[in-house]
Protein backbone atom coordinates (compact mmCIF):
# COMPACT_ATOMS: atom_id res chain seq x y z
CA UNK A 1 0.00 0.00 0.00
CA UNK A 2 1.35 3.33 -0.27
CA UNK A 3 2.48 5.62 1.96
CA UNK A 4 3.67 8.57 2.65
CA UNK A 5 7.59 8.83 3.83
CA UNK A 6 9.27 11.41 5.92
CA UNK A 7 13.06 11.97 6.55
CA UNK A 8 14.74 12.35 8.76
CA UNK A 9 12.89 10.46 11.50
CA UNK A 10 14.71 12.48 14.39
CA UNK A 11 16.47 15.90 13.86
CA UNK A 12 18.21 17.49 16.91
CA UNK A 13 19.02 21.18 16.22
CA UNK A 14 20.46 24.33 18.24
CA UNK A 15 18.00 26.98 18.80
CA UNK A 16 18.35 29.47 15.88
CA UNK A 17 19.42 26.90 13.27
CA UNK A 18 17.89 26.19 10.26
CA UNK A 19 16.03 22.91 9.75
CA UNK A 20 14.67 21.39 6.52
CA UNK A 21 11.81 18.45 7.18
CA UNK A 22 11.44 16.36 4.30
CA UNK A 23 8.53 14.34 3.14
CA UNK A 24 7.74 12.25 -0.16
CA UNK A 25 4.03 12.26 -0.75
CA UNK A 26 1.89 9.47 -1.78
CA UNK A 27 2.56 9.51 -5.64
CA UNK A 28 -0.97 10.51 -7.32
CA UNK A 29 -1.82 12.60 -4.78
CA UNK A 30 -1.82 16.77 -5.61
CA UNK A 31 -2.66 17.79 -1.57
CA UNK A 32 -0.42 17.99 1.25
CA UNK A 33 -0.12 19.32 4.42
CA UNK A 34 1.94 19.92 7.27
CA UNK A 35 0.71 19.13 11.09
CA UNK A 36 2.45 19.47 14.10
CA UNK A 37 2.08 17.51 17.62
CA UNK A 38 3.68 18.87 20.70
CA UNK A 39 4.24 15.83 23.30
CA UNK A 40 0.99 14.57 24.45
CA UNK A 41 -1.17 17.32 22.90
CA UNK A 42 -3.60 17.06 19.93
CA UNK A 43 -2.29 17.55 16.05
CA UNK A 44 -2.58 21.22 14.90
CA UNK A 45 -2.72 22.04 11.19
CA UNK A 46 0.25 23.70 10.42
CA UNK A 47 -0.24 24.73 6.47
CA UNK A 48 -2.21 23.43 3.56
CA UNK A 49 -0.39 23.35 -0.47
CA UNK A 50 -1.79 22.68 -3.49
CA UNK A 51 -0.67 23.49 -7.34
CA UNK A 52 2.65 24.95 -6.15
CA UNK A 53 0.98 27.28 -3.76
CA UNK A 54 -0.29 27.59 -0.05
CA UNK A 55 -3.91 27.50 -0.35
CA UNK A 56 -4.04 27.21 3.82
CA UNK A 57 -1.67 28.55 6.81
CA UNK A 58 -2.80 28.67 10.67
CA UNK A 59 -1.65 31.12 13.04
CA UNK A 60 1.44 29.00 13.76
CA UNK A 61 3.07 29.12 10.74
CA UNK A 62 4.85 32.43 10.78
CA UNK A 63 7.37 34.00 9.01
CA UNK A 64 9.92 31.32 10.30
CA UNK A 65 8.42 28.77 8.35
CA UNK A 66 7.71 27.94 4.93
CA UNK A 67 6.87 25.07 2.59
CA UNK A 68 8.32 24.03 -0.99
CA UNK A 69 7.55 21.45 -3.72
CA UNK A 70 11.37 21.42 -5.19
CA UNK A 71 10.79 18.60 -7.53
CA UNK A 72 7.43 16.34 -8.35
CA UNK A 73 8.20 13.96 -5.24
CA UNK A 74 9.73 16.08 -2.14
CA UNK A 75 7.63 18.07 -0.33
CA UNK A 76 9.53 20.53 2.17
CA UNK A 77 8.71 22.17 5.98
CA UNK A 78 11.66 24.70 6.71
CA UNK A 79 12.23 26.43 10.15
CA UNK A 80 14.47 29.42 9.39
CA UNK A 81 15.78 30.35 12.99
CA UNK A 82 14.55 27.46 15.41
CA UNK A 83 12.90 28.22 18.69
CA UNK A 84 12.48 25.93 21.57
CA UNK A 85 8.98 25.48 21.31
CA UNK A 86 9.26 24.28 17.94
CA UNK A 87 9.91 21.17 19.57
CA UNK A 88 7.40 18.34 18.62
CA UNK A 89 6.61 15.87 15.98
CA UNK A 90 6.06 17.15 12.38
CA UNK A 91 3.61 15.22 9.94
CA UNK A 92 3.45 15.63 6.45
CA UNK A 93 0.00 14.20 5.19
CA UNK A 94 -1.23 14.26 1.28
CA UNK A 95 -4.73 13.27 -0.49
CA UNK A 96 -6.03 12.32 -3.55
CA UNK A 97 -7.05 15.34 -6.07
CA UNK A 98 -10.51 15.13 -7.39
CA UNK A 99 -12.06 13.20 -3.98
CA UNK A 100 -13.54 16.29 -2.26
CA UNK A 101 -13.70 14.76 1.69
CA UNK A 102 -11.50 12.14 1.48
CA UNK A 103 -9.04 10.90 4.32
CA UNK A 104 -5.61 12.58 4.84
CA UNK A 105 -2.75 10.25 4.73
CA UNK A 106 -0.18 10.57 7.19
CA UNK A 107 3.70 10.11 7.57
CA UNK A 108 5.08 8.53 10.89
CA UNK A 109 6.91 11.94 11.29
CA UNK A 110 10.03 13.66 11.84
CA UNK A 111 11.00 14.27 15.60
CA UNK A 112 12.45 17.63 15.93
CA UNK A 113 14.36 18.44 19.43
CA UNK A 114 15.61 22.27 19.53
CA UNK A 115 17.85 22.74 22.23
CA UNK B 1 9.48 12.13 34.30
CA UNK B 2 7.32 14.19 31.69
CA UNK B 3 3.86 14.91 32.28
CA UNK B 4 3.09 18.14 30.90
CA UNK B 5 0.36 18.04 28.61
CA UNK B 6 -0.57 13.95 29.24
CA UNK B 7 -3.88 14.57 30.40
CA UNK B 8 -5.84 12.43 27.57
CA UNK B 9 -8.85 10.79 28.75
CA UNK B 10 -8.03 7.38 28.78
CA UNK B 11 -10.18 4.46 28.76
CA UNK B 12 -9.28 0.54 29.92
CA UNK B 13 -10.69 -2.36 28.61
CA UNK B 14 -10.29 -5.88 28.82
CA UNK B 15 -9.64 -8.38 26.05
CA UNK B 16 -12.77 -8.65 23.75
CA UNK B 17 -15.10 -6.15 25.63
CA UNK B 18 -16.54 -3.84 23.25
CA UNK B 19 -15.38 -0.14 23.33
CA UNK B 20 -16.98 3.09 22.95
CA UNK B 21 -14.83 6.00 22.29
CA UNK B 22 -16.52 9.53 22.24
CA UNK B 23 -15.46 12.82 20.65
CA UNK B 24 -17.57 16.53 20.82
CA UNK B 25 -17.11 19.29 18.05
CA UNK B 26 -18.12 22.94 18.27
CA UNK B 27 -18.21 23.74 14.70
CA UNK B 28 -21.79 23.82 12.96
CA UNK B 29 -20.16 23.72 9.58
CA UNK B 30 -18.04 20.63 9.94
CA UNK B 31 -19.32 17.94 7.39
CA UNK B 32 -16.99 15.48 7.53
CA UNK B 33 -15.61 13.44 10.27
CA UNK B 34 -12.65 10.84 10.51
CA UNK B 35 -11.10 8.41 13.24
CA UNK B 36 -7.56 8.45 13.22
CA UNK B 37 -5.54 5.49 15.42
CA UNK B 38 -2.07 6.64 16.51
CA UNK B 39 0.34 4.39 18.01
CA UNK B 40 3.36 5.19 20.02
CA UNK B 41 5.85 6.70 17.72
CA UNK B 42 3.66 6.82 14.40
CA UNK B 43 1.88 9.03 12.26
CA UNK B 44 -2.44 8.78 12.66
CA UNK B 45 -3.56 6.00 10.80
CA UNK B 46 -6.84 6.99 9.02
CA UNK B 47 -9.59 4.20 10.48
CA UNK B 48 -13.24 5.20 9.39
CA UNK B 49 -15.04 8.04 7.90
CA UNK B 50 -18.33 9.79 7.93
CA UNK B 51 -20.29 12.22 5.95
CA UNK B 52 -22.76 14.30 7.08
CA UNK B 53 -25.33 13.37 5.58
CA UNK B 54 -24.88 10.19 7.61
CA UNK B 55 -25.83 8.95 11.28
CA UNK B 56 -23.99 5.44 11.14
CA UNK B 57 -21.39 4.15 8.97
CA UNK B 58 -19.66 0.37 9.57
CA UNK B 59 -16.18 -1.06 8.56
CA UNK B 60 -14.75 -4.04 9.52
CA UNK B 61 -15.21 -4.17 13.90
CA UNK B 62 -15.59 -0.23 13.67
CA UNK B 63 -18.51 1.81 13.61
CA UNK B 64 -19.05 5.38 13.36
CA UNK B 65 -21.98 7.11 15.13
CA UNK B 66 -22.51 10.77 13.88
CA UNK B 67 -24.94 13.22 16.14
CA UNK B 68 -25.07 16.18 14.95
CA UNK B 69 -28.06 17.84 16.89
CA UNK B 70 -25.79 17.70 19.68
CA UNK B 71 -21.97 17.44 18.03
CA UNK B 72 -21.17 14.15 18.62
CA UNK B 73 -19.27 11.32 17.44
CA UNK B 74 -18.27 7.96 18.50
CA UNK B 75 -16.62 5.18 17.32
CA UNK B 76 -17.28 1.64 18.76
CA UNK B 77 -14.74 -1.08 18.33
CA UNK B 78 -16.60 -4.50 18.72
CA UNK B 79 -14.31 -7.59 20.20
CA UNK B 80 -11.60 -4.93 21.69
CA UNK B 81 -7.66 -6.86 21.11
CA UNK B 82 -4.22 -5.43 22.47
CA UNK B 83 -2.91 -4.45 19.07
CA UNK B 84 -5.99 -2.59 19.61
CA UNK B 85 -4.48 0.01 22.35
CA UNK B 86 -3.24 3.45 20.79
CA UNK B 87 -4.46 7.14 21.13
CA UNK B 88 -7.66 7.55 19.03
CA UNK B 89 -8.42 10.91 17.46
CA UNK B 90 -11.59 12.54 15.95
CA UNK B 91 -10.64 15.07 13.49
CA UNK B 92 -13.16 17.21 11.04
CA UNK B 93 -13.41 19.32 8.29
CA UNK B 94 -16.07 21.97 6.75
CA UNK B 95 -16.65 22.29 2.90
CA UNK B 96 -13.91 24.94 2.61
CA UNK B 97 -12.06 22.52 -0.23
CA UNK B 98 -9.11 22.12 0.98
CA UNK B 99 -9.81 19.45 3.92
CA UNK B 100 -7.72 21.10 6.50
CA UNK B 101 -8.51 19.11 9.15
CA UNK B 102 -9.25 19.60 12.98
CA UNK B 103 -8.10 17.67 15.40
CA UNK B 104 -9.72 16.51 19.13
CA UNK B 105 -7.62 15.82 22.03
CA UNK B 106 -7.71 12.08 21.73
CA UNK B 107 -8.18 9.27 23.61
CA UNK B 108 -6.04 6.48 24.78
CA UNK B 109 -7.53 2.98 24.69
CA UNK B 110 -5.85 0.94 27.11
CA UNK B 111 -6.49 -3.07 26.04
CA UNK B 112 -5.56 -5.85 29.09
CA UNK B 113 -5.15 -9.60 27.53
Known amino acids: EPEVTQTPSHQVTQMGQEVILRCVPISNHLYFYWYRQILGQKVEFLVS????????KSEIFDDQFSVERPDGSNFTLKIRSTKLEDSAMYFC?????????????FGNGTRLTVT | GESVGLHLPTLSVQEGDNSIINCAYS??????FIWYKQESGKGPQFIID?????DKRQGQRVTVLLNKTVKHLSLQIAATQPGDSAVYFC????????????FGKGTMLLVSP
Open chain 1, 49 to 56: FYNNEISE
Open chain 2, 50 to 54: IRSNM
Open chain 1, 93 to 105: ASREEGQYNSPLH
Open chain 2, 27 to 32: NSASDY
Open chain 2, 91 to 102: AETDNSGYSTLT
